[in-house]
């Protein structure tokens, strides 16, 4: 079984960094697309980043230039790197990837269980 383990969240002050990092491990054939999304309270989940498995990136808008997602795909770790953090960055973050756990299985989708991230001063 597929599990995504996500750490790195926490509270930082307004300007601030954190890293996000999203391990995925189990069964695993081959990973494709890797992501991050995030929920603010009372609005919906929405993308922040997404990596191909060859390295193309996109952004959302709202983080472009602060934000920078890469990957280890000999670790299958996907990381988020937050720069210049602000308020309206708080959000419970969560890891996705599309994953194939045999050479015989469909592509899966997948996703941690989210970790929290407060920008406040």
């Known amino acids: 079984q597929v599990q995504l383990v996500e750490s790195g969240g926490g509270l930082v002050q307004p300007g601030g960094s954190l890293r996000l990092s999203c391990a995925a491990s189990?069964?695993?054939?081959?990973?494709?697309?890797m992501g991050w999304y995030r929920q603010a309270p009372g609005k919906e989940r929405m993308l922040v980043a997404t990596i191909s498995s060859g390295g193309s990136t996109n952004y959302a808008d709202s983080v472009k230039g602060r934000f920078t997602i890469s990957r280890d795909n000999a670790k299958n770790t996907v990381y988020l790197q937050m720069n210049s953090l602000k308020h309206e960055d708080t959000a419970v973050y969560y890891c996705?990837?599309?994953?194939?756990?045999?050479?015989?299985?469909?592509?899966?989708?997948?996703w941690g269980q989210g970790t929290q991230v407060t920008v406040s001063s």
């Open positions: 189990g069964s695993i054939f081959s990973i494709n697309a």
């Open positions: 996705n990837a599309n994953i194939r756990e045999t050479i015989w299985s469909v592509i899966g989708d997948y």
